[in-house]
């Protein structure tokens, strides 16, 4: 779903980063990115309105996404919640932060421990093997689930410690490019589910600390 909001924002975005780093090309959702990795060295990926659906409805889980990608990996990203006035910021290797603050990923070492985030696939076969199956097979495992609808904002949650994981099928590299940076400057872990796919253009992503990011990924290989 794209609406009049996403497209004004996308060229707004754009065109400051354009202005600001005219040879770092930017991609978005409107832009349609195919290439796997993207056919450049670096890139800004942009997600103009992460939770457009939710924006729609009234909901204010809802952001702006912008990631550096270098070689095919997150390299810096931040995410905006512009209804909260939370910036969240990181830089792969470095930091993160909310609002200036440092945060750091959850220490959870047991799935029993977790609050697990997931997201509702818009394929509608992947809604049968991407969330129903691995729902029913970690619903005794976990502690609970959560679906907020904007992946950006659920890896946000897990790098600040507030989800202990997360995990979606059928995303785009706009979904998760600026916030994957943010898990990995918090000390976490950014996965496929498949293991030969890659998680920012495979279309699949596992995130938490290094133990139970590996835990949901071998649980939902199975």
């Given amino acids: 779903m794209v609406t009049e909001i996403?497209?004004?924002?996308?060229?707004?975005?754009?065109?400051?980063?354009?202005?600001?780093?005219?040879?770092?090309?930017?991609v978005d959702e409107e832009s349609v990115l195919t290439a796997n990795p993207?056919?450049?060295?670096?890139?800004?990926?942009?997600?103009?309105?992460?939770g457009t659906l939710n924006f729609v409805h009234g909901y204010t889980e809802l952001?702006?996404?912008?990631?550096?990608?270098?070689k095919g990996k997150p390299f810096a990203g931040v995410v905006y919640q512009p209804l909260?006035?939370?910036?969240?910021s990181g830089i792969d290797g470095i930091g993160s932060w909310k609002n200036g603050?440092?945060?750091?990923i959850g220490k959870e070492q047991h799935l029993g421990e977790c609050l697990i985030a997931t997201g509702i696939p818009y394929d509608l076969h992947?809604?049968?093997?991407?969330f129903m199956k691995p729902l029913g097979h970690l619903l005794n495992q976990v502690q609970e689930f959560r679906i907020l609808g904007s992946a950006a904002l659920a890896l946000c949650y897990v790098a600040s410690g507030q989800l202990s994981g997360f995990f979606e099928y059928g995303?785009?590299?706009?979904?998760?490019?600026?916030?994957?940076?943010?898990?990995?400057?918090?000390?976490?872990?950014?996965?496929?589910?498949r293991e030969q796919s890659d998680p920012i253009f495979g279309g699949s992503i596992v995130t938490g600390n290094a133990k139970i990011?590996?835990?949901?990924?071998?649980?939902l290989s199975h």
Wanted: a negative charge.
């Fill in 6 to 26: 996403d497209l004004q924002a996308s060229k707004l975005i754009d065109s400051i980063l354009n202005a600001m780093c005219p040879d770092i090309p930017v």
């Fill in 126 to 130: 992947l809604r049968s093997e991407g």
């Fill in 38 to 50: 993207i056919p450049c060295e670096i890139a800004f990926i942009v997600d103009p309105l992460d």
């Fill in 213 to 219: 990011g590996t835990i949901l990924r071998n649980e």
């Fill in 171 to 193: 995303l785009s590299p706009w979904d998760v490019a600026g916030a994957a940076a943010i898990i990995l400057g918090a000390g976490g872990v950014v996965l496929p589910i």
């Fill in 84 to 88: 909260q006035n939370n910036l969240y």
């Fill in 101 to 104: 603050q440092e945060i750091r």
């Fill in 63 to 70: 952001c702006v996404s912008i990631g550096l990608v270098y």
